[in-house]
């Protein structure tokens, strides 16, 4: 079945970092990838979404590729904040269904 | 325009205990999705409601049950409490439009704590 893949975490990273967080999935057909945050005691919110190979997903500073060659969906910041700590969710749904499979998550920690 | 609304924001219940948990969808949604969030574990999808109807179930067993009203709200209910059944319980809400990809909008969760 559908699945995905997340570096574990804590990411720690000092304010202005580089940051990556890995998400691989597994999946029949042409799924639709996401990437949800969720800030301390908040529900999740869609940081961005890419829904055929090769989109890129970007939204606040974050990027991620569709990469249907690697099955791979990296999250990606230039320079991170203070406040981009959160907890990070790689997430898809499948051809024609909008349910969501979702990762376990990174949590990331930026120090200023 | 109203997101999506959760009640209660916690609750505590014995084993055993029956629980309903409520949520409002944003407003013109038509349909509203089910996630179980244990604690340091991803959101895990429950069931769907898509116009009063279930539309497609998780691998939840039938003490797991739901509603969706006319004006699209959705209850989830759980009997006989197991500890396991402890988590934060998303509700998600998005407008069917025929297409695979529908966005689907987040309530900030009921947290369930059972002893």
């Known amino acids: 079945g559908n699945s995905v893949t997340q570096m574990e975490g804590p990411v720690t990273l000092s304010e202005e970092a580089f940051l990556t967080i890995n998400c691989t999935y597994t999946a029949t057909g042409y799924p639709s990838l996401f990437w949800y945050v969720q800030y301390p005691g908040e529900g999740l919110q869609l940081l961005l979404k890419?829904?055929?190979?090769?989109d890129k997903g970007s939204n606040k500073g974050f990027e991620a590729t569709y990469r249907k060659e690697t099955t791979s969906f990296h999250l990606e910041k230039g320079s991170v904040q203070v406040s981009d700590s959160a907890v990070y969710f790689c997430a898809l749904s499948g051809y024609n269904t909008d349910k969501l499979i979702f990762g376990t998550g990174t949590r990331l920690q930026v120090f200023p | 325009e109203t997101g999506v609304t959760q009640s209660p924001t916690h609750l505590i219940k014995t084993r055993g205990q029956q629980v309903t948990l409520r949520c409002s969808s944003q407003?013109?949604?038509?349909?509203v999705s089910w996630y179980q969030q244990a604690l340091g574990q991803g959101p895990q999808f429950i069931f769907q409601y898509y116009r009063e109807e279930e539309n497609g179930r998780g691998n939840f067993p039938p003490r797991f049950s739901g509603l969706q009203f006319p004006n699209y709200s959705s209850e989830l209910n759980v009997n006989a409490l197991e500890l396991d059944d402890s988590a934060l319980y998303l509700c998600?809400?998005?407008?069917?439009?025929?297409?695979?990809?529908?966005?689907?909008?987040f309530g900030p969760g009921t947290r369930l704590t059972v002893l």
């Open positions: 890419a829904t055929k190979a090769d």
């Open positions: 407003s013109g949604h038509n349909t």
């Open positions: 998600a809400s998005s407008l069917a439009s025929g297409r695979a990809y529908n966005e689907q909008f």
